[in-house]
């Protein structure tokens, strides 16, 4: 079955960087787009970024861009985000999702999600 | 940017009730929304896309409705596992979650 877990969380102080990982399992990674997606502490969700599955298209939040970078190994299965200028309010669950196989007129949903990954930017 | 605004923040309810969750969208987008059920501790489950459109085992008691700014997810009756917290997320001009819907007993 579908798997995504998420890794490289942790306290971080502002101005930092940390570099997050997703490792994926049980479908043709390839083959999909893919997403990051954070949720501050007691707060909704915030979409942060998504890769096209050949990186083609890479797309960011406006509260992220110029400071993260999404990338992909598509041999070894794997997404990444690396953060860096690292704030407080940055401080959230990171979970990477699929952009999924439910679509309605070529735009499609996150179908999975991993368990997600913590960061906590603190001086 | 375009915002989604659920209503109400929490909704009380016993099970067997009928619970209607609303989102509402700061300009048009189409069908392209969906629905999301989130647990404590939890990652987010794909409930309802394009509007209208069940995933794949998503019970029949969930139901979503609505085009353009309005929208509506329905639970004809709660059962237990149904007490969560509920987003809805937009995908016709990039992506956007609403801040979510408290279903609690």
């Known amino acids: 079955q579908v798997q995504l877990v998420e890794s490289g969380g942790g306290v971080v102080q502002p101005g930092r960087s940390l570099r997050l990982s997703c490792a994926a399992s049980g479908f043709a990674f390839s083959r999909y787009a893919m997403h990051w997606v954070r949720q501050s502490p007691g707060k909704g969700l915030e979409w942060v970024t998504l890769?096209?599955?050949?990186?083609?298209?890479?797309q960011y939040a406006d509260s992220v861009k110029g400071r993260f970078t999404i990338s992909r190994d598509n041999v070894k299965n794997t997404l990444f985000l690396e953060m860096n200028s690292l704030t407080t309010e940055d401080t959230a669950v990171y979970y990477c999702?699929?952009?999924?196989?439910?679509?309605?007129?070529?735009?499609?949903?996150?179908?999975?999600w991993g368990q997600g990954t913590p960061v906590t930017v603190s001086s | 940017e375009i915002v989604l605004t659920q209503s109400p923040a929490t909704l009380s309810l016993s099970p067997g009730d009928r619970a209607t969750l609303s989102c509402r969208a700061s300009?048009?987008?189409?069908?392209?929304l969906a629905w999301y059920q989130q647990k404590p501790g939890q990652a987010p489950r794909l409930l309802i896309y394009?509007?209208?459109n069940r995933a794949t085992g998503v019970p029949a008691r969930f139901s979503g409705s609505g085009s353009g700014t309005d929208f509506t997810l329905t639970i004809s009756s709660l059962e237990p596992e149904d007490f969560a917290v509920y987003f809805c997320?937009?995908?016709?001009?990039?992506?956007?979650f609403g801040q979510g819907t408290k279903v609690e007993i």
């Open positions: 999702a699929r952009d999924g196989d439910y679509c309605t007129s070529g735009r499609c949903y996150l179908d999975h």
């Open positions: 300009q048009s987008v189409a069908n392209y």
């Open positions: 997320q937009q995908r016709s001009s990039s992506w956007t």
């Open positions: 890769t096209s599955y050949d990186e083609s298209d890479r």
């Open positions: 394009g509007a209208s």
